[in-house]
Nanobody, 128 residues
């Protein structure tokens, strides 16, 4: 049974940092495309960062480049999202998701609805 669970969110001041974790089970992390997404109130879900297993590339949304870093620890079956220089506009529920079918790294991040498996999100709130 494929499962993903995001954690690590919280209330932080602008300029602060967080590490989000996504614990996975039921699949081999290194074989699936994986990504972090977020959804702010009243907005569409958007892709933040995605890893493609097909071509080994990583995608970052323009709004987070240079501030967010995605990484995986296959031994722990965990995906991380390190966030720095947080801004109030980063406030959202953050989700991790995975799909067994691999495409270029920007595919799922630009088409979140096509991602197959989702975990429950974790709230990140950035105060100004």
């Amino acid at each position: 049974d494929v499962q993903l669970q995001a954690s690590g969110g919280g209330l932080v001041q602008a300029g602060g940092s967080l590490r989000l974790s996504c614990a996975t089970s039921g699949f081999i992390l290194d074989d699936w495309d994986i990504g972090w997404f977020r959804q702010a109130p009243g907005k569409e879900r958007e892709g933040v960062s995605c890893i493609s297993r097909a071509d080994g590339t990583t995608y970052y949304a323009d709004s987070v480049k240079g501030r967010f870093t995605i990484s995986t620890d296959n031994a722990k079956n965990t995906v991380y999202l390190d966030i720095s220089s947080l801004k109030p506009e980063d406030t959202a529920v953050y989700y991790c998701a995975a799909d067994a079918i691999s495409y270029a790294s920007n595919y799922y991040c630009t088409h979140p609805r096509l991602m197959d498996r989702w975990g429950k999100g974790t709230q990140v709130t950035v105060s100004s």
